[in-house]
């Protein structure tokens, strides 16, 4: 079993605020992993991505990465799509020089589109993606479309499940706890999800976890962070069943907190280990 913890981006305490100096702080404080953002854009060049690979691997840190959240792989606009696709790679190709695993990627919004067609388009663009990765011979990071938390937002577990079936070799299913607190109205199942993600042959789990905020105006859980203590969904829950099943699993905090409470999670882990 390895679970392994760390934080969205570079820790508040770093001094170094930089990706290299971020998983130096994560390897001083205890945790073992930490995700690259490049939510605003792919800043960082091929070789600065190898440098940032060897000091995760000195600093035995598991390394995963955001894509920009510039990404609609269902727009109607071809010249978006099109560039969509290209940050995509790019982040895939930084990813694997720097020897992370998996690349959580915010893929697409409905609009007009049918689910049906949405679908459809999804698993078009995807082989498109993995023609290119065969090509520039990508072959350890995986292309990981996240859920999603809006109904509006490509990104179901059962739609990316279907993605996954079709395209294993190079892709995976990048899991947000809270995401899916939020698109089932405040409710989860973390069992049946395990159990779904054994069923489809995923040995480790990619995922964040945070919570999120009820909102009166929605009458309902949207995607703005909390910290753990909000319990929405409850952490400990997810960490009992993980320590129980021996789930080999990533858990990248996502919350305000950042590393305050990717430490807490895994006190609360260590907790239920002691418990079994």
């Known amino acids: 079993m390895a679970i392994l913890i760390g934080t969205g981006g570079v820790p508040f305490s770093s001094k170094e605020r930089s990706t ?83 690349v959580a990627v915010h893929a697409a919004f409905f609009g007009k589109l049918s689910k049906e067609d949405a679908q459809k388009r999804m698993l078009e663009r995807t082989h498109d993606i993995v023609e290119q990765m065969e090509r520039l011979g990508i072959k350890n990071a995986k292309l990981g479309y996240e859920t999603m938390a809006k109904n509006g937002q490509w990104g179901s577990f059962e739609e990316i499940s279907e993605v996954y079936n079709k395209f294993k070799k190079h892709t995976t299913i990048y899991l947000d706890w809270g995401h899916l607190f939020a698109r089932n109205s405040g409710k989860i199942d973390f069992a049946e999800i395990l159990d779904n993600m054994k069923e489809l042959g995923i040995s480790h789990i990619n995922s964040h976890f945070n919570c999120v905020k009820y909102s009166e105006a929605s009458k309902g859980f949207v995607d703005i962070h909390e910290p753990i203590a909000a319990k929405n969904p409850d952490f400990a829950e997810l960490a009992k069943l993980i320590v129980k099943r021996k789930t080999d699993i990533t858990l990248i905090c996502e919350t305000p907190l950042l590393e305050k409470d990717a430490l807490e999670m895994k006190r609360i882990l260590e907790k239920q280990e002691r418990a079994f």
Request: glycine residues 8%; contains cysteine; hydrophobic residues 40%.
């Open 20 to 102: 290299i100096g971020g998983i130096r702080e994560c390897a001083r404080i205890g945790l073992n992993a930490m995700e690259v953002e490049f939510v605003r854009g792919v800043n960082m060049s091929p070789a600065l991505a190898e440098e940032v690979g060897k000091t995760a691997k000195e600093n035995k840190i598991r390394l995963s990465v955001h894509a920009p959240y510039f990404v609609n792989l269902l727009s109607d606009k071809k010249d978006l799509v099109e560039k969509s696709i290209q940050r995509i790679i790019d982040t895939l190709d930084r990813a694997e020089r720097m020897g992370a695993d998996a």
